[in-house]
Structure formats: structure tokens, C-alpha cells
Nanobody
Framework: QVQLVESGGGLVQPGGSLTLSCAASGIIFSISGLGWYRQAPGKQRELVAT???????NYADSVKGRFTISRDNAKKTVYLQMNSLKPEDTAVYHC??????WGQGTQVTVSS
């Protein structure tokens, strides 16, 4: 049974930083493509960043230069380092594995 468990969300002021983590179990983590997606109230879920098994990364234009996705295969964990956060980054952030499995999400709120 595949499980993805996100953590690290919270309330942060504009310009602040957060690091999200997603711990995986039940999959062959090292060969899986991984990603972070987000869904704001009233909006569709959108891609934030992805990372392949070869550590090739891809980012949405809206987060390029501010967010960094990384993975630790030994810990079976994928991270999303978020800097220079903006109110429009407010959303529930979900991790994805192998384009198939989803975590329950973690809330990120950027507000003063």
C-alpha cells in the first residue's frame, strides 16, 4: 500500500520561507518521478514542481527562482523549499509519486 505523508505547512508572512516534506512508503522510491502540486480555494489543482529519478527538475513559471524541489532516496522523502513566499502561493500542497499516488496535502497560508 502506497502512502505519501506531507508535512511542513503553516502560516507565514509574505517574503518568508517554508520547507515542505513528503515521506513515501510502499513504492520503489528511487525510480519514481515525484512532484508537488497545489490547489487554492475555487481553483484547479496545478503543478508546482517535479523531479525525475535522475534528479531533473521542472517548475511552474510562477515559482521559478523561488522554490526548489529535491529528493533524498535514502530517506524516501521529497522536499519543496519555498522562499520569497507571496499571498498567491496560499494553497493546499500535495505531493505526487509516479503520476499516480497522492498525499493528503498540507496547508500553506501566506498572509500578514
Amino acid at each position: 500500500q502506497v502512502q505519501l505523508v506531507e508535512s511542513g505547512g503553516g502560516l507565514v508572512q509574505p517574503g518568508g520561507s517554508l520547507t515542505l516534506s513528503c515521506a513515501a512508503s510502499g513504492i520503489i522510491f528511487s525510480i519514481s518521478g515525484l512532484g508537488w502540486y497545489r490547489q487554492a480555494p475555487g481553483k484547479q489543482r496545478e503543478l508546482v514542481a517535479t523531479i525525475t529519478s535522475a534528479h531533473t527538475t521542472n517548475y511552474a513559471d510562477s515559482v521559478k527562482g523561488r522554490f526548489t524541489i529535491s529528493r533524498d532516496n535514502a530517506k524516501k522523502t521529497v522536499y519543496l523549499q519555498m522562499n520569497s513566499l507571496k499571498p498567491e502561493d496560499t494553497a493546499v500542497y500535495h505531493c505526487n509519486a509516479a503520476d499516480k499516488f497522492w498525499g493528503q496535502g498540507t496547508q500553506v497560508t501566506v498572509s500578514s
